[in-house]
């Protein structure tokens, strides 16, 4: 029986033995496409990092022409978002609907909670959606700016279930007026 050596595994022309070839060669290329995307990943977080110090700490970006800068499709994009720019590394990362996938990615600096709270203000636009109020309330508690009490009061005021009466055209609105109120009131009682 003759012995080839072929990917550091001898071959010696039975079935099992090609079966463990193929599974290692299936193997070996899992581990290229990881260590692929591991080097993608990396240089997705570094476009955003530029943009974000290119703007002052602010950058806003479509998740479609950044994947296609970085050749990769949109949801790897929003994996990064979500694993490397998330509250606990420092940034807050806000999704406006309606606005061509547009997401502002912003980098907090330490500064007081009235400060905090009022960036948070005047990022709400004339609208907001009762996930959106969510995600900010959750940020403001994760940076200190809010304790956890307070953003549930405030979440409450505002969700839909609080707002049912309201008509669904304007809910919207009339959640992004009572949520900036809310904030500047608590601004007011520290």
Not at 45 to 59: L, P, Q, R, V, W
Request: glycine share 6%; net charge positive.
């Amino acid at each position: 029986m003759s012995k080839n050596v072929k990917f550091g595994i001898d071959i010696r022309g039975t079935r099992g033995d090609n079966v463990i070839v193929k599974e290692s060669q299936s193997q070996n290329q899992r581990r290229k496409e990881e260590r692929k995307m591991a080097r993608l990943v990396d240089v997705i977080e570094s476009m955003i990092k530029d943009m974000i110090e290119e703007n002052n700490g602010t950058a806003t970006i479509s998740r479609s022409s950044l994947a296609e800068k970085a050749n990769c499709v949109p949801s790897q994009v929003t994996y990064v978002l979500s694993t490397r720019f998330s509250t606990g590394n420092g940034y807050i990362v806000e999704s406006r609907r309606g606005g061509g996938g547009q997401i502002t990615v912003t980098r907090v600096q330490a500064m007081s909670p009235d400060k905090y709270l009022t960036s948070v203000i005047e990022s709400v636009g004339d609208n907001l959606s009762q996930q959106e109020a969510k995600t900010l309330l959750t940020n403001a508690v994760a940076v200190g700016a809010m304790k956890p009490r307070e953003a549930t009061s405030v979440m409450a005021a505002v969700s839909d279930r609080s707002l049912a009466k309201v008509d669904t055209d304007i809910r919207s609105a009339v959640r992004a007026d009572v949520f900036k109120n809310a904030l500047a009131g608590l601004m007011l009682t520290d």
